[in-house]
Nanobody
Framework: QVQLVESGGGLVQSGGSLRLSCAAS????????MGWYRQAPGQQREWVAT???????SYQDSVKGRFTISRDDAKNTVFLQMSSLKPEDTAVYYC????????????WGQGTQVTVSS
């Protein structure tokens, strides 16, 4: 059983920074895509950023230049460095990964709350 556990959320003032981490554990043979989504109250879950094997990244337009996704393959961990945070970034942030254990699976974490005060 593969699990993803996020950490690093919290309350920050507008313009501040936070760094989210997400560690995969369990019987892992390899990890392909890793990424972050977020869901604000009353809104649908939306994609934020993705990093694939080899380090190629992509971002939602609203976070480009402010957020940076990275990964540490030795630790099966993905990070999201968030800077210049805005109140509209307030959401529960979920990490996701395409993981090969006995077979390929798309795994989700439990989410971590990020609140940006104005």
């Amino acid at each position: 059983q593969v699990q993803l556990v996020e950490s690093g959320g919290g309350l920050v003032q507008s313009g501040g920074s936070l760094r989210l981490s997400c560690a995969a554990s369990g019987s892992i043979r390899s990890i392909h895509n890793m990424g972050w989504y977020r869901q604000a109250p009353g809104q649908q879950r939306e994609w934020v950023a993705t990093i694939i094997t080899g380090g190629i990244t992509s971002y939602q337009d609203s976070v480009k230049g402010r957020f940076t996704i990275s990964r540490d393959d030795a630790k099966n961990t993905v990070f999201l460095q968030m800077s210049s945070l805005k109140p509209e970034d307030t959401a529960v942030y979920y990490c996701t990964a395409v993981v090969r254990s006995t077979d390929w699976e798309n795994i989700w974490g439990q989410g971590t709350q990020v609140t940006v005060s104005s």
